[in-house]
């Protein structure tokens, strides 16, 4: 089966929905997992979620949680992070960054996330977990449970610009990754309105 990605444009409506949970006894989650590694590793990108890909269920993929864009670029560079049914325990700190998104084309956003949270998911051979990640990783992995719930990343900005990958790359290097805080407490709301400006 052919996957393809789904952007704004077209598919918002499709990006809107919450996801459903994986059925880790019955599900063909492999093939999904595959579907993403694929896609990660041929395109300029920290990580995905099926929704992008038109597959609504509750997994993320991680390739890189460096902030170094570099990276996402290198298609043999791959730290290969699977979660299956995440979900966010708590959250503390708080980070800001320029954020971009494959579903949403040349519009990146400003976005405040926590430093830290502690999150509890299966892992594709169906063992749970419970981790804290922490710093670039953390917010890494809220972008990507965001469109788990049918949020995207310009819904929590605090400044939306349309910017080419080589302007954001740019702004980056000027606008490096923030980290404000790493203990106060981040009220991580996971039902926001769906409200977004152009």
């Known amino acids: 089966m052919e996957y393809v990605r789904k952007t704004i444009k077209d598919d918002e409506e499709f990006l809107r929905q919450?996801?459903?949970e994986v059925d880790l006894q019955n599900d063909n989650y492999m093939e999904w997992i595959k579907a993403l590694k694929n896609y990660c590793c041929s395109h300029t990108v920290y990580a995905m979620a099926p929704v992008q890909i038109g597959i609504p269920k509750r997994l993320i993929y991680i390739k890189?949680?460096?902030?170094?864009?570099?990276?996402?670029?290198?298609?043999?560079y791959d730290e290969e992070v699977i979660l299956i049914n995440p979900r966010i325990i708590s959250?503390?700190?708080?980070?800001?960054f320029l954020e971009g998104c494959e579903s949403c084309l040349n519009f990146r956003g400003i976005v405040d996330r926590p430093y830290s949270i502690n999150v509890e998911y299966y892992t594709p051979d169906k063992v749970k977990h419970i981790d804290t990640f922490e710093g670039f990783k953390a917010t890494v992995f809220c972008h990507e449970y965001d469109h788990l719930n049918g949020i995207l990343h310009m819904d929590r900005a605090i400044q939306i610009f349309e910017k080419t990958l080589e302007e954001t790359r740019k702004y980056r290097e000027e606008h490096p990754y923030e980290i404000i805080?790493?203990?106060?407490e981040f009220i991580f709301d996971e039902e926001i309105n769906h409200k977004r400006t152009k």
């Open 18 to 20: 919450k996801s459903t």
């Open 64 to 76: 890189n949680t460096n902030s170094d864009m570099s990276r996402n670029a290198d298609g043999n």
């Open 91 to 96: 959250a503390n700190g708080h980070t800001r």
């Open 181 to 184: 805080s790493k203990d106060v």
